[in-house]
């Protein structure tokens, strides 16, 4: 069946860097775009990034751009984000997603039909 | 910039039937925005229920129903539940690009 486990969450400072990972399996994970989406104490869901099946298309939430970098390894079947600069608002459940392509063009993924359990994140001095 | 709004909460009797919307701060959504719609409890990962407007995910209750109503995006719960007490978020698809989430709306259960 299908999985997606996150992992590397944890405490850090503001300003310091944290890679996130998904570990997805029972599926073809490079047939697939594949997301995060992150959620502060409290709030709602916020999608963060998107990338593609072969990794060469990205899309960033405003609030992360330049900040945080997705990033794909299809032969270890992983999905990273790179969070550098780290603040305060970025504490949050950090969730991975897969979403089908709607079309072969499609970079996005039209609904996210599977979730990991999440991974927190906290940044505080 | 796109908006998704949503109602911020609802209410709805045991046994009773509630619909949520989800709509767009300018224009009107249709089924070519595929809404989808996602159901989470506190402290778990949200659960896909609906897609492409009213496609149920595997193991989702037939209570739970999509529609387009008027120039929104629908879900419909009939039968509530206790369990179904949650929030709810709905995904529009803009084509490639950022997703787009609306707000959530709290659903009680009383």
């Known amino acids: 069946q299908v999985q997606l486990v996150e992992s590397g969450g944890g405490v850090v400072q503001p300003g310091r860097s944290l890679r996130l990972s998904c570990a997805a399996s029972?599926?073809?994970?490079?047939?697939?775009?594949m997301h995060w989406v992150r959620q502060a104490p409290g709030k709602g869901l916020e999608w963060v990034a998107v990338?593609?099946?072969?990794?060469?298309?990205?899309y960033y939430a405003d609030s992360v751009k330049g900040r945080f970098t997705i990033s794909r390894d299809n032969s270890k079947n992983t999905l990273y984000l790179q969070m550098n600069s780290l603040r305060a608002e970025d504490t949050a459940v950090f969730f991975c997603?897969?979403?089908?392509?709607?079309?072969?063009?499609?970079?996005?993924?039209?609904?996210?039909?599977?979730w990991g359990q999440g991974t927190l994140v906290t940044v505080s001095s | 910039q796109t908006v998704v709004t949503q109602e911020p909460s609802f209410a709805v009797s045991p046994g009773g039937t509630v619909t949520l919307t989800c709509a767009l701060t300018?224009?009107?959504?249709?089924?070519?925005?595929?809404p989808s719609w996602y159901q989470q409890t506190p402290g778990q990962a949200p659960r896909t229920l609906i897609h492409?407007?009213?496609a149920r995910s595997s193991g989702v209750p037939d209570r739970f129903s999509g529609s387009i109503l008027g120039n929104k995006a629908a879900l419909t719960i009939t039968g509530a539940q206790a369990d179904d007490e949650s929030d709810y978020y709905c995904?529009?698809?803009?084509?490639?690009?950022?997703?787009?989430f609306g707000g959530g709306t709290k659903l009680t259960v009383l």
């Open positions: 995904v529009l698809y803009m084509g490639s690009g950022p997703a787009v």
């Open positions: 300018s224009g009107s959504v249709s089924s070519s925005y595929y």
């Open positions: 990338i593609s099946r072969d990794g060469g298309t990205k």
């Open positions: 029972g599926f073809s994970f490079s047939s697939y775009l």
């Open positions: 492409s407007t009213n």
């Open positions: 997603a897969r979403a089908p392509p709607l079309d072969k063009y499609d970079s996005s993924g039209y609904y996210f039909d599977h």
